[in-house]
């Protein structure tokens, strides 16, 4: 059996889904209706990580995954279920029949920034499923915080993720492009 995932920050990016739900397939692109992107749910390396919020008359552009529901409880615990994250498995998301699953914050603070590299698996993501050029710009106009922690695990795997993708410089993807 499979599941569809609504993905709209960091996990757009091919090689770093697929580090933690090998099934993942992308289906193709969505549109979160009445939604907004923030980067205000409190991570517990003390940035702000990727989470929709309710907006009308906003919408925010995503990709639709198909996933083996045997890694579904793998995904849960990457994106924090129970820990500043829940799971909404009614997501309704345009271009899809039907609902998805997609991962909403539920600890926000807006002073919160994204790390850099963080920010950069987002912008890489957006940028490899050609997302709306606007939608990159904006993100591009995030304000970030620099990660001192080289060695931080996340960091690692996240750069190795755009490595894969043959990004070299993630930092380039910050460059406002404007």
Not at 79 to 104: I, Q
Not at 141 to 150: Q, R
Request: charged share 25%; net charge negative.
């Amino acid at each position: 059996m499979k599941f569809l995932y609504f993905a709209y920050g960091s996990n757009m990016l091919p090689a770093r889904l697929l580090g933690r739900c090998p099934s993942a397939k992308a289906l193709g692109l969505g549109v979160a209706r009445a939604w907004n992107l923030e980067f205000s749910k409190a991570s517990q390396d003390g940035s702000g990580k990727a989470t929709l919020v309710a907006a009308p008359n906003s919408a925010i552009p995503g990709v639709i995954f198909e996933i083996d529901l045997s890694e579904r409880e793998q995904l849960d615990r990457h994106e924090g279920v129970g820990f500043g994250y829940k799971r909404d498995d009614d997501f309704v998301v345009e271009g899809s029949t039907v609902t998805t699953s997609s991962y909403l914050g539920t600890s926000l603070d807006q002073a919160l920034r994204p790390f850099d590299w963080y920010l950069a698996t987002v912008i890489a993501g957006a940028e490899h499923h050609q997302l709306d050029a606007d939608h990159v710009a904006a993100l591009r106009s995030t304000l970030f915080v620099d990660d001192s922690n080289w060695d931080r695990k996340a960091r690692v795997a996240a750069i190795e993720a755009m490595r894969k993708h043959g990004i070299k410089d993630y930092r380039k993807l910050l460059e406002d492009r404007g």
